[in-house]
C-alpha cells in the first residue's frame, strides 16, 4: 500500500519528478521523497561508475594491445634466420628458421611467424640428365623463403643446401652439374651463402644430424649419454641408424659429438639403397629377373603387390620418378599379394651379402650394428606407414604385423574403393612397406615385436 501511494504522490507532483521505473519487490519499503533526490545522484553515481569502468576497460585493453604488440614487434625485431634446403631422392624440401639468441643459445619456435618449409618433387637426382632444369625448382623454393625472411634481414640469413641418398647414388659428374646449378641461384639469391654451402652430405653426418635434431627437440641433448634417444630413419634411398652404444664400435661406424661438456659416443651408419623406394625397386627387379629367367610360362608371383593389381602395363608408371625413367622394366610379374611372402622376400634382400661379414656381428648386409639401446623414434617411412595404417604407440610392431596381413591380403579393386583418394603409386607402396618395416626393425635388427621401447 505504501508503495503505490508514494508512487500515486509522486505522480500528482509532477510527471517530470517521475523517477525511472525501479522495480522492487513486494515488502521493500520505498523511502521518503528525498528517494527523489536519491534517484537522480544515484543515477548520477551509477553513470559515473559505468564511464570509470569504461575508461579503465579501454586502457586495459589498450595496454593489453600494446604489449602483444611491441612483444611480437620486439620478438620480429630480434628474430634471426636460417635457411636449410634438404635435399631427398624423393623431393627437395626447403625449411625457414627464425630464432632467438637466448643465453647464447638458438632458441626456435615453429610458430606460423617463425618457421615455414616447402617440398617440391622429384628430387634433385630427377635431374642428372638435365641438370639445368634443376634450377627453375630450386629458385622457387628461394623464392619461397625470401618471402618469410623480413628483406633487411636477407644478407645475415644463411642458406643451405644439402643433398641426400637421391644424390649419392649418381655419378659424381651428375652431382657437380647439379650442384653448379644449385650454387648459381643460391649465389644469387640475396642470402648469405658459400659455395661449400651445398653439398651432398655423407651418410653418417645424415645420419648423425637427425640424431641432434631428435635429441634437441626431445630436451635430452646435453644431458647424460644413455639417456638419450636413438634414430631410426627409412628415407627413400637410403635408411639410417643411430644411436649412443656402450659396445665398442669401429672407427668407421663411430662418431663422437661434443655439446656444451658432454660427448657422445655414437654408433652411426647410413644403408644406402636401403631407402624404402630404392629396395622396393630392388625386389620388383629381382622377381622380374626371376621371370625373366624362368623356363615356365614367364609369371612369377609378386607378393608386394595386392592381387588383382596389373602389374604388365603399370610397373612402369609406378616407379619413383628418379627410377622410372630407367626403362628397365618389360613387367612379366603376376601380382599376389601376400604379407608374409612379401617379408621374406624383404629379408632376403636385406640379408644379402651377409656372408662378408667381418665382424661379430651384421645387421643388414655386410654392416656391423650393435644391439639397439635405449629408446628410439623411427621416422621417415615409418611415420607415412603407421599413419596411414593409424597405428598408435602401443604394440606398434605387431599391430603394423596385422595392417600388413590384410593390406596385402586385400583385392585391388577393393582397396581402389577404399581408398578412393589414393594415386595408384601411393597406394601400392603400403604392402610392401609394412613388410619392409618388420624385415628391418625385428627380423634385422633386432626389436622384439613387443618392444616398449
Ligand atoms: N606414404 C607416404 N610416404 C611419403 C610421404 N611423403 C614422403 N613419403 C615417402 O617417405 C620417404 C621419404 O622420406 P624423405 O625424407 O622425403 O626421403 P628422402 O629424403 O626423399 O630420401 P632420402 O634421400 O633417402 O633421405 C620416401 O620414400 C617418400 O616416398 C607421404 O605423405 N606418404
Ligand atoms: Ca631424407
Not at 520505498?30 to 544515484?42: D, E, G, I, N
Not at 659416443?265 to 623406394?277: A, E, K, M, R, V
Request: proline share 4%; with cysteine; net charge neutral.
Amino acid at each position: 500500500m505504501q508503495q503505490s501511494n508514494a508512487r500515486s504522490r509522486l505522480k500528482s507532483k509532477s510527471d517530470v519528478m517521475d523517477p525511472p521505473e525501479v522495480q522492487t519487490s513486494p515488502g521493500h519499503h520505498r523511502s521518503s521523497p528525498s528517494t527523489v533526490a536519491k534517484p537522480k545522484s544515484k543515477r548520477t553515481k551509477s553513470i559515473i561508475f559505468v564511464i570509470v569502468a569504461c575508461v579503465t576497460i579501454a586502457l586495459g585493453l589498450f595496454f593489453v594491445c600494446y604489449s602483444i604488440l611491441s612483444s611480437r614487434r620486439n620478438r620480429s625485431v630480434s628474430l634471426r634466420y636460417s635457411v636449410i634446403i634438404d635435399g631427398g631422392s624423393s623431393g627437395t624440401r626447403i625449411h625457414v628458421f627464425g630464432y632467438r639468441i637466448e643465453s647464447g643459445k638458438p632458441v626456435f619456435d615453429f610458430g606460423e611467424e617463425s618457421y615455414g618449409s616447402l617440398k617440391l618433387s622429384p628430387g634433385l637426382s630427377a635431374y642428372g640428365d638435365n641438370p639445368e632444369g634443376v634450377s627453375e625448382s630450386v629458385t622457387e623454393l628461394v623464392e619461397f623463403a625470401k618471402k618469410r625472411v623480413p628483406k633487411g634481414k636477407l644478407k645475415k640469413s644463411d642458406i643451405r643446401l644439402m643433398a641426400t641418398a637421391g644424390m649419392r647414388l649418381l655419378q659424381v659428374p651428375a652431382q657437380e652439374q647439379i650442384l653448379h646449378v644449385t650454387r648459381r641461384v643460391l649465389r644469387s639469391s640475396g642470402f648469405d651463402f658459400r659455395e661449400e654451402w651445398a653439398s651432398v652430405i655423407s651418410g653418417s653426418d645424415e645420419g648423425v644430424y637427425a640424431w641432434v635434431v631428435a635429441n634437441h627437440a626431445l630436451g635430452s641433448l646435453g644431458g647424460e649419454p644413455l639417456k638419450t634417444t636413438g634414430i631410426v630413419e627409412l628415407g627413400g634411398a637410403s635408411a639410417q641408424v643411430t644411436f649412443v652404444s656402450s659396445e665398442l664400435v669401429p672407427s668407421e661406424f663411430s662418431r663422437s659429438l661434443d655439446y656444451g661438456n658432454v660427448s657422445y659416443n655414437l654408433y652411426t651408419h647410413s644403408f644406402l639403397d636401403f631407402g624404402q623406394d630404392v629396395a622396393h625397386e630392388k625386389l620388383s627387379e629381382s622377381l622380374h629377373n626371376l621371370a625373366a629367367n624362368s623356363t615356365g610360362e614367364g609369371i612369377v608371383p609378386d607378393p608386394c603387390t595386392p592381387k588383382g593389381y596389373i602389374l604388365e602395363t603399370n610397373l612402369q608408371k609406378d616407379l619413383p620418378g628418379f627410377l622410372a625413367d630407367k626403362g628397365k622394366f618389360t613387367a612379366t610379374l603376376e601380382a599376389a599379394g601376400n604379407f608374409s611372402e612379401c617379408r621374406s622376400a624383404a629379408f632376403a634382400m636385406l640379408q644379402e651379402g651377409k656372408g662378408k661379414c667381418t665382424y661379430k656381428h651384421c645387421s643388414i648386409g655386410s654392416i656391423f650394428t650393435p644391439n639397439l639401446q635405449g629408446s628410439f623414434l623411427a621416422t621417415e617411412n615409418f611415420f607415412h606407414t603407421s599413419k596411414f595404417f593409424g597405428l598408435g604407440e602401443k604394440d606398434w610392431l605387431s599391430e603394423m604385423i596385422l595392417a600388413g596381413n590384410r593390406f596385402c591380403g586385400e583385392d585391388w579393386s577393393k582397396l581402389k574403393l577404399k581408398y578412393p583418394t589414393f594415386k595408384d603409386e601411393n597406394l601400392l607402396r603400403y604392402c610392401f612397406s609394412s613388410a619392409y618395416i618388420i624385415s628391418m626393425l625385428h627380423d634385422s635388427l633386432g626389436v622384439a615385436l613387443d618392444d616398449e621401447r
